[in-house]
T-cell receptor
């Protein structure tokens, strides 16, 4: 079946602009996660959605970052007034109910110039 | 403050030999551990996992060992193949059966030479 998809695969933006990153999870998966990986670093947790519960936003680095999940499926991560330190690969993952294993998309490489 | 540490950024192994990737953690509340493999320009792929109630889990050429007293786990790949060349991430969860975010190490780049 289809895996997790993310778009765009690459995004170059100017400092100060807003960007939106999209994630389509695996159909039927109830949980959706956003992580980012900066150069030479591990994956850093950003936000977690589980069904209709309030999202766990504890990993968002600043109030410039926000995310939505519409209809329990597609998610959009928005970064406002981008800064150069926001440059990273943004990864989305989904998982079935009550499962630890997370299935990742290919990521969006964001470059802020 | 890193809760999951992979102290070797890289490892080089000859094809056919054993690859041993190590991971240390500091949070005694972690109850589930996972290994992911990542190729360039792709997302991480789940490889193998282990619950804290076990000390070993095996899947084909891959075996994960957990030493809770030492807060240490390792991934053994036997025999290593060139296609195993990738970055390997160790990850941990402290959710006690519920879902939640994983805590990742920085990864170890494995190179398997023919």
């Amino acid at each position: 079946g289809a895996g997790v998809s993310q778009s765009p695969s690459n995004k170059v933006t100017e400092k100060g602009k807003d960007v939106e990153l999209r994630c389509d999870p695996i159909s039927g998966h109830t949980a959706l996660y956003w992580y980012r990986q900066s150069l030479g670093q591990g994956l850093e947790f950003l936000i977690y959605f589980q069904g209709n519960s309030a999202p766990d936003k504890s990993g968002l680095p600043s109030d410039r970052f926000s995310a939505e999940r519409t209809g329990g499926s597609v998610s959009t991560l928005t970064i406002q007034r981008t800064q150069q330190e926001d440059s990273a690969v943004y990864l989305c993952a989904s998982s079935p109910f009550r499962t630890y294993e997370q299935y990742f998309g290919p990521g969006t490489r964001l470059t802020v110039t | 403050d890193q809760q999951v540490k992979q102290n070797s950024p890289s490892l080089s192994v000859q094809e056919g030999r054993i690859s041993i990737l190590n991971c240390d953690y500091t949070n005694s509340m972690f109850d589930y551990f996972l290994w992911y493999k990542k190729y360039p320009a792709e997302g991480p792929t789940f490889l193998i996992s282990i619950s804290s109630i076990k000390d070993k889990n095996e899947d084909g050429r891959f075996t994960v060992f957990l030493n809770k007293s030492a807060k240490h786990l390792s991934l053994h790949i036997v025999p290593s193949q060139p296609g195993d060349s990738a970055v390997y991430f160790c990850a941990a969860s402290a959710r006690g059966g519920s879902q939640g975010n994983l805590i990742f190490g920085k990864g170890t780049k494995l190179s398997v030479k023919p």
